[in-house]
């Protein structure tokens, strides 16, 4: 049981380093330096606040090693509940990883340009804009392709919460609501112009939010209960 105990708050502490370093390099940087409408403007943020930006992408590396080792530490704390599910939901999260590494070189791309390299001297300040902006494009529709990764591991993860009996079972049907929450956001994205102005997509982000940073703080903080006997 202490060891259990252990693992769950090893696991806690690792989700809540990818939750914070999530949420900073995802939502704080983007929020704080781009503007989708403006390309000068988004430009200008991010020549003047490049350590900010480059605080983004490292947090995004740490958040990504971070990810790689969580649904290892879950396995271990749920592989006896079902043994091919706590397997899904190992590959599922780990096909993830390096396509979320690979998708970052967009966003040293637009450091590249914002930079002022000899090299960029004669590309024309409007042409730099509009390269920094398709950079940054690029970088979301890697983000959106990983969603779909991210939104998968989730349904194992939740199933394995919902029937272990020593988590409570409202995080394994929020887990699974966040994987439905994440796909239904992907492909809305994808099949539906201007989707992201119909107001569907930030409903179906409550689902993961909610989900991943509950499950996170139930395994850091309260820790684990055992409610049945365990071989």
Known sequence: MKTNKNTARIAGLVYLVVVITGMFSLAYVPQKLIDWGDSGATFNNIAAGSSLFRWGIYSSIVCYVAFAFLPLVLYRLLRTVNESHARAMVILALVS????????????????????????????????????????????????????????????????????????????????????????????????????????????????????????????IIGFKIKRNEV
């Open 97 to 220: 990883v390096p396509l979320s590494f690979i998708n970052l070189q967009h966003k040293y791309a637009a450091l590249t340009l914002t930079a002022k390299e000899p090299f960029l001297q004669g590309v024309s300040t409007g042409d730099l804009q509009n390269r920094l902006m398709f950079s940054l494009h690029q970088y979301n529709d890697g983000i959106l392709l990983a969603t779909v990764f991210w939104g998968l591991w989730l349904f194992p993860f939740g199933l394995l919460v919902y029937r272990s009996g020593f988590i409570p079972k409202l995080f394994g049907i929020l887990l699974m609501l966040g994987c439905i929450g994440y796909l239904v956001n992907f492909t809305g994205n994808t099949l539906v112009e201007n989707y992201s102005k119909s107001g569907v997509g930030k409903y179906a982000r409550m689902f993961p939010a909610v989900a991943e940073i509950g499950i996170c703080l139930w395994l850091l």
